[in-house]
């Protein structure tokens, strides 16, 4: 409980699946949550938010407050970031003119890395954290999001004006307890880089995977053949994390295929990218581990030879 402390004011920074279906959820808890949108800002404005959660039944968040450019935003105390890392580049402004002076910047995106080159474009007084998000949740439509499963962030700061672990552990679990107020599991991260690796055991098979075999999750869980193969790249990054000098928990990536076998049917966003043409995360997801799992002297040749197919893929007209 937030008890008798006014609640933050929420800024959603690309509210598209996970922007969308968290900033829904938010509203719906009450918290003050303010939608910024590009392609989709008229039909949100005139119709809403819904989220059709199998978890959670149908949710319409209507009226919303929603802008089509972040100069019209009130000064926000939290952005959560749902956008793509393949718009990080533009991302700093944005955030700078919707952030109040020592707003807290949550970035739920895959990927290794994401918060360093974004937190180089930042002012020094704004804080840099990572939300992780485990959820399987896609865009049906503009403004309708389907929630099949799951739905839990792990929160980790990342860096920014507070210097002390207190401090930091303070601003984490305010985090955390935004989700937690609106009924969505969430938890502290002590170590935002190694669970960032954490995730990619299951974001690098499944998501070039889906793209490259054009599969979803049941039918690649249901080939012997894809199922060794996703094996194999979870083990591959297990061995470029410990390379790096994270300790992956043993059993971790056995427990996610485990889980990922008992999932509803689904379709990783990359596979969504590349079917509406949009660029593929390949820099955050693929290029930035391999790269840093060389540097460390561990080569990781299947992801290689999946992120030069994707490569491929990416380029070539839809």
Request: with cysteine; charged share 15%; hydrophobic share 45%.
């Amino acid at each position: 409980m937030m008890g008798a402390v006014a609640k933050p004011t929420i800024g959603i920074i690309g509210t598209g699946a996970i922007g969308g279906f968290y900033g829904a959820m938010l509203a719906r808890a009450g918290f003050d949550v303010h939608l910024l949108l590009r392609s989709e800002f008229h039909a949100v404005a005139e119709r809403g938010l819904q989220v059709r959660s199998a978890q959670h039944g149908t949710l319409n968040i209507y009226p919303v407050q929603a802008y089509s450019s972040a100069d019209d935003m009130p000064p926000c105390d939290w952005l959560l970031v749902g956008a793509k890392t393949t718009s990080n580049a533009d991302l700093a402004s944005t955030i700078v003119r919707a952030g109040a002076a020592h707003a807290k910047v949550l970035l739920l995106q895959n990927g290794l890395d994401v918060e360093d080159s974004l937190r180089e474009s930042l002012p020094d007084s704004l804080h840099v954290l990572g939300g992780l998000c485990y959820i399987c949740v896609h865009r049906e439509a503009p403004g309708v999001i389907t929630h099949q499963a799951l739905g839990a962030v792990h929160v980790g700061y990342h860096s920014g004006p507070a210097n002390d672990t207190k401090s930091r552990q303070a601003i984490v679990e305010e985090g955390a307890g935004l989700f937690r107020s609106a009924g969505i599991d969430s938890q502290a991260m002590a170590n935002l880089h190694q669970a960032r690796w954490q995730k990619l055991v299951w974001n690098i098979p499944y998501n070039g995977l889906s793209v490259l075999l054009c599969a979803s999750t049941t039918p690649l869980m249901a080939d012997p053949d894809s199922r060794e193969l996703i094996k194999a790249l979870m083990a591959e990054v297990v061995q470029g994390a410990t390379a790096c000098g994270h300790q992956i928990p043993v059993g971790y990536a056995e427990h996610l295929f485990t889980m990922t076998e008992k999932m509803p049917d689904y379709w990783p966003s990359m596979y969504h990218d590349h079917l509406h043409g949009r660029p593929l995360e390949l820099d955050a997801i693929y290029a930035r581990p391999l790269a840093a799992a060389k540097a460390a002297g561990c080569e990781m040749p299947r992801i290689e030879a999946l992120f030069r197919s994707l490569a491929f893929i990416d380029r070539r007209p839809v």
